[in-house]
């Protein structure tokens, strides 16, 4: 029986050329390949500036600490989302405070804002999970009223749109103040491992820039296009987050071919959507007027209603050789959150971890596959 894995990443001989060029340049940290690759990025999702790292919690790290979130701050954020998240707000000596999500776009419910912002709130960190964008339009008018920073966690949504201002716009042109891509394989596109910073502010991208470097005061480049002998300085204590040269030719390559995989993506998941409408056992996600969604990942939630848990869908589907994975975890019921309990409770953030359910979704995925997979589910969750 042939196995539908729930991810496979798009590589092929452009990416291993891009790499042997790299590698044969001599130049194989960060260098002249990641400074293009940072342009062409910035300019695929209309920001102004782009910084890339080494991961996509690096970048959100970074944000955090170059917007000045440190101990004694709070920052609003979701616990139904993987744990670097929450982790690195932890990083900065911060205290991350979770909020519930909506039921059909796993994304932060903007109505919960009111309930947990305090004196100590500096920022709010708005996840676009799974590539869905989140109601950023409510999340900014929020922060704007109770002046407070946003850092979007855009992991999953290069490629995704949201309407603001009346028209839609990529995700990563940053209306909050920062927003943070991965490029992980389980991403939209991929380095291996990766992450990218977009913002607008020179100053603050220069200072992300350094701290990636350990805040060395001279880049790699600067040093070899100086004409003379210069020594850089350390300013401030940083870190090691850089991204090499290698990964930065291969992601020139992925973001070629990201039309054509986001493309890909929304045609398979319409037809899951097609496949699976009216299901009586099972709630779809949804796209929101003011979205368009990169679907990263295809989910679905087991209702209320039906008599299987998760863990017997997810075996089934195994027996039957398809590959799935639970729902979104939540931060809050891991053992490393246990003495930081949530304010309020967040039953809709832990109904999508018990109950919801990824499907596989990738550009190669065939639409006969995709009707296997719907039909497997139909066959198993029975109507």
Known sequence: MEKIPVARPVLGEEEAAAARRAILSGWVVQGPEVAAFEEEFARTVHAPLAVAVSSGTAALHLALVALGVGPGDEVITVSHSFIATANVVCYVGAEPVFVDVELETGNLDPGRLEGVVTPRTRAILAVHQLGMPCDLARILAFAGAHGLAVLEDAACALGSEIRLDGRFEPVGRPHGVLAAFSFHPRKIITTGDGGMITGSDPELMARLAQLRTHSMSLSTIERDRAGQVVFEEYREVGYNYRLSDIQGAVGREQLKRLPEMVAARRRLAARYLTALEGHPLLILPREPAYAR???????????????????????????????????????????????????????????????????????????????????????????
């Open 293 to 383: 969604s990169n679907w990263q990942s295809f989910w679905v939630v087991l209702s209320a209603a039906c008599p299987l848990s998760q863990r017997q869908v997810m075996e089934a589907l195994a027996a039957r050789g398809i590959q799935s994975r639970r729902g979104v975890m939540c931060s809050h019921r891991e053992p490393a959150y246990r003495d930081r309990p949530p304010r309020e409770p967040l039953p809709v953030s832990e109904y999508l971890q018990d109950r919801g359910i990824i499907l596989p979704l990738y550009p190669a995925m065939t639409e006969p596959q995709v009707d296997r997979v719907a039909a497997a589910l139909r066959e198993i969750v029975k109507d």
